[in-house]
């Protein structure tokens, strides 16, 4: 893994969905932007090239975005206007929490507690301290037996809703 970004055990995530290929990985994104309200907050765990980006690409294409949807890993932010806002970041080069004011964090969680917008957060360490109380949801994605898998894990806070819960319900393709 990679420093200074440990990975949540794949234990404590009890549902999970396998996708073969970034077109799988970008339509549960896009299957996902279904259940979105706005008022959401999304972490994503994952190492390099485990499909992050690529989820975020769907989840943003469902959500109606029409632009470029690419990594935020040197802006740090990026903001689409869809049926809902998205504020993508990735906060693999921010070493602590006490850099998330410098960014505008805080802007950006009070936008999404008004409901108008969602957070998806890449590589979120730093970012869960600054939540408090409020409800999230975790992804965790994994590389899977062949290169192209992928065992994509979800778990929140509170516990996921049952539409949640049946997205990543993998059945036969269960992590």
């Not at 055990?9 to 549902?15: C, N």
């Not at 109606?64 to 693999?92: C, K, M, Q, W």
């Not at 917008?117 to 899977?144: D, K, M, Y």
């Not at 809703?161 to 036969?172: I, K, P, T, Y």
């Amino acid at each position: 893994m990679e420093p200074g970004h440990a990975l949540p055990s794949p234990d404590t995530f009890p549902a999970g969905v396998r996708t073969v290929g970034p077109a799988a990985t970008f339509a549960l994104g896009e299957r996902a932007a279904a259940l979105l309200r706005g008022g959401e907050v999304l972490l994503l765990h994952g190492g390099l090239g485990a499909g992050k980006t690529c989820f975020v690409q769907g989840l943003c294409h469902g959500l109606g975005v029409t632009a470029e949807v690419v990594s935020p890993t040197f802006t740090l932010v990026n903001t689409y206007e869809g049926r809902l806002r998205v504020h993508h970041l990735d906060f693999y080069r921010i070493g602590s929490a006490a850099d998330l004011p410098d960014i505008g964090v805080p802007d950006l969680l009070d936008d999404v507690e008004d409901g108008a917008a969602i957070v998806v957060a890449e590589w979120p360490g730093p970012l869960v301290s600054a939540l408090g109380a409020l409800p999230c949801l975790e992804f965790l994605a994994t590389t899977g037996a062949d290169p192209d898998s992928r065992c994509w894990r979800l778990r929140g806070r509170p516990e996921p809703a049952a539409a949640w819960r049946a997205l990543f319900d993998g059945g036969e393709g269960a992590c």
